[in-house]
């Protein structure tokens, strides 16, 4: 009996490095609760946004109804395990990202490329005020042919009717989500009186639930 237990801990850990490095191949690390939510909850899809600090888009995309979570990380850039030190250098190419994990059947990924576009100013290259860089530049990923679709209709229908042709987000397909670092994650909910949440995070989204009051969350 006394070998039972060595043996357990052994699948136990080879389990865990299966679990591991099938995740790890499309970037993402099981530090952050996102994984636990994908894998508890198959229905759900992931779409990503790029649009200045992560800590206001995070903030925005989880008052919308139909979205589980909003996961704060790194993509766009070619620099393999960017970190918040290396990407504010803005040589790695990544730009501070959102992974939103939603579900389909209440929420569809056109009404989250609407909340993307209307809830920064997608004409204003590389960068949200009061941030400036790279790092903060607006991209649309998307991870397959649908999805670029309807990002393309969404710019062509908004540059003719509200932005005459100046939208320079970028149309990009996702090829790595990182998630960053644990003290960046539902940064604006836990740190309501740091001074940049207070200034600029939330009035953010103070404007966007004004604009979008039929997609909020109740009681958010």
Known sequence: MKYIKPIFLLLVAAAFFSFTNYFSKDGFQPSTDSESLLIKNE????AYFASGCFWCVEAIFESVKGVEEAVSGY??????NPTYQTIGR?????AETVAVYYDPKKVSFETLVDVFFGSHNPTTKNGQHP????????????TNNKEKQIIDNTIKKLNKEIYKGKIVTEVSKLTKFYPAEEYHQNYERLHPNNPYVQNVSIPRLNRFKKKFPSILKKNH
Do not use: M, P
């Not at 229905?43 to 992931?46: G, H, I, M, Q």
């Not at 993509?75 to 393999?80: F, P, Q, R, V």
């Open 90 to 94: 803005g040589t790695t190419g990544h």
């Open 131 to 142: 941030d400036y860089g790279t790092q903060y530049r607006s991209i649309a990923f998307y």
């Open 43 to 46: 229905n759900l899809k992931v």
């Open 75 to 80: 993509a766009g850039g070619h620099t393999k």
